[in-house]
T-cell receptor
């Protein structure tokens, strides 16, 4: 069985400040982890993914995430956010053909 | 490269009516997914096709939902009859065939927002 917990439903942050969006997972099979972003009225877009190898994963738009097996976490970070980063962010765990998504974290960047 | 297309973008119906959604995946993508995203929740996989065959429909409420991908390209998802709890955004995604090199990224369409009154 697999599941994802996103601990924060909403995260407000000031422009140019750092941000961390938290994700914890459970999985009984090989762990593949993903972060997706959803802008208003748009579909989901892949930010980054962890399949194997280095535990620090870099993605698009300056985001990165660190896979921590002992804490079963895959937190998303950005050192300096922009207004354009305002969106819903989803963490997901899966094998290739069956992604389980968390409930999402709404990131609001305040000018 | 054109993305995943979906129509309509919005649909409002009354309960017990029928509704259909259409999806055209990215050209060459063998795998197609339909997700249901209820407000405040993450997307939930309803059904997955590889070419014109069903790979996984374990979470599809088959008493009222049906989907087809007859020619292995575009797909339709139907709800008949609709219930209030079907109000959601229905997302279509596509990817290269499972089993290809690497992990096939899923590309999502903009979704169809369904409101059942």
């Amino acid at each position: 069985a697999q599941s994802v917990t996103q601990l924060d439903s909403q995260v407000p942050v000031f422009e140019e400040a750092p941000v961390e969006l938290r994700c914890n997972y459970s999985s009984s099979v090989s762990v593949y982890l993903f972060w997706y972003v959803q802008y208003p009225n748009q579909g989901l877009q892949l930010l980054l993914k962890y399949l194997s190898g280095s535990t620090l994963v870099k993605g698009i738009n300056g985001f990165e995430a660190e896979f921590n097996k002992s804490q079963t976490s895959f937190h998303l970070r950005k050192p300096s956010v922009h207004i354009s980063d305002t969106a819903e962010y989803f963490c997901a765990v899966g094998p290739a053909n069956n992604l389980f998504f968390g409930t999402g974290t709404r990131l609001t960047v305040i000018p | 490269e054109a993305g995943v297309a979906q129509s309509p973008r919005y649909k409002i119906i009354e309960k017990r009516q029928s509704v259909a959604f259409w999806c055209n995946p990215i050209s060459g993508h063998a795998t197609l997914y339909w997700y249901q995203q209820i407000l405040g929740q993450g997307p939930k996989l309803l059904i997955q096709f590889q070419n014109n065959g069903v790979v996984d429909d374990s979470q599809l409420p088959k008493d009222r939902f049906s989907a087809e991908r007859l020619k292995g390209v575009d797909s339709t998802l139907k709800i008949q009859p609709a219930k209030l709890e079907d109000s959601a955004v229905y997302l279509c995604a596509s990817s290269q065939a499972l089993g290809d090199r690497g992990f096939p990224e899923q590309f999502f369409g903009p979704g169809t927002r369904l409101t059942v009154l």
